[in-house]
């Protein structure tokens, strides 16, 4: 073999081993939480028990499903009630689920409109809002289109509903007229200057809780949980402030063994599931000292009781309230509508008499003209 043989060879097996171990763990943009903290964790576990994979930033939960569907050993991180919603699109068929106990992201609604207390109020009145959320391709953008999908006679009559360039730009929007509302989803942190800057532009959250929510599941498992956070920080008077709303977890995932076409790699990817599956919940949490995420194992709780029964029940009782507001609203708007119409009608007669008087008036004088 010459030696040209040789170092093609040897080049052709690197590139067959560099293909070979290309398995990618999908995350989301390189300063979120999915690809800085969570992947390097998975990362570092699955090499502990032999499996080579890196991580990867992508647009997110639904970018990560789709690399899925195209390299099934692919790993992807996705919010839960995005990842509920895109299987029933795409097909439970092609995917895994993989963890689910990993950490849970919280949703949150804002608005500057002090009327506007619970999601009652924002689902009985939603299609006289304006809804402007973040970037279309977002997390938060996916769970605002979920929550209408199950609520079509609450948020899904929301009319207006555009995308910003960012959720800081959406929150500001929000916070710029009493009509206007938003939704982001993220770790509730205290310290995040997000919830820092809604509170001193006079903004307000709203928690993004009721029943409905709350009974979401996808294959017997729930995808809402009702959670004490905090979003303020205790001052030496004052104690942290609770706030209230729904919570979902981070789901791992991956493609379905069947869908490869080899045996081996079928049964190494079967391999690769049962090891995922038995992790500790502990390895895919950062658990550094002191830092803000020991905090948030330590400072969200699931909320459950008389004080998740008092908050529904507000809700409950938001909608009911709006419900005959908004049929008086249709029927004062119905009303308007038929008397402009009326009114336009009669303009149209007093317009037709004009006119044929006009015509009149017009053929006198012609036959006046041809008689001289």
């Known amino acids: 073999m010459t030696r040209l043989h040789i170092t093609l060879t040897a080049a052709l097996a690197a590139l067959l081993a560099t293909s070979a171990h290309a398995k990618q763990i999908n995350t989301g943009g390189e300063t979120g939480a999915y690809y800085s903290r969570f992947c390097p964790l998975l990362r570092d576990a699955l090499s502990n028990s032999r499996f080579k994979y890196e991580c990867a930033t992508s647009e997110g939960s639904r970018e990560n499903m789709q690399r ?133 532009q006079g903004g307000r959250l709203i928690p993004v809780l009721d029943r409905n929510i709350l009974r979401q599941q996808v294959n017997g498992e729930k995808i809402y949980f009702a959670e004490a956070t905090e979003v303020k920080n205790p001052s030496w008077n004052k104690a942290s402030e609770k706030f209230v709303t729904a919570c979902t977890p981070l789901v791992v995932f991956t493609g379905n063994p069947e869908r490869l076409d080899d045996k081996k790699a079928q049964e190494d990817h079967a391999d690769l599931v049962r090891t995922v599956k038995d992790f500790k919940a502990d390895v895919l949490r950062p658990q550094t000292g002191g830092s803000f995420w020991s905090r948030l194992w330590r400072r969200t709780k699931e909320l459950s009781g008389q004080s998740m029964e008092k908050l529904l029940e507000l809700s409950d009782e938001a909608r009911e309230k709006a419900g005959p507001m908004m049929e008086r609203a249709k029927d004062a708007s119905k009303r308007a509508m038929e008397r402009a119409g009326e009114l336009a009608e009669d303009g149209l007669d007093r317009s037709k008499d004009l006119l044929d008087k006009a015509r009149e008036k017009a053929n006198d004088l012609n036959d006046t003209y041809n008689q001289n």
């Open 68 to 200: 899925t569907i195209s390299t099934p050993t692919d790993i992807g991180f996705a919010q839960l009630d995005i990842y509920a919603l895109e299987r029933t699109m795409l097909g439970d068929e092609l995917f895994t689920t993989l963890r689910t106990d990993g950490a849970r992201e919280c949703l949150f609604m804002v608005s500057r409109n002090n009327d506007l207390t619970n999601l009652g109020q924002i689902g009985g009145t939603a299609s006289q809002l304006r809804f402007v959320l973040p970037p279309e391709k977002s997390g938060s953008a996916a769970s605002f289109e979920f929550l209408r999908q199950i609520d079509p006679d609450g948020l899904g009559l929301a009319r207006e509903v555009t995308y910003a360039s960012s959720t800081d730009e959406a929150i500001a929007a929000a916070l710029s007229a009493d009509d206007t509302v938003t939704l982001f989803v993220q770790y509730p942190d205290p310290a995040n200057k997000r919830f820092k800057d809604i509170e001193k």
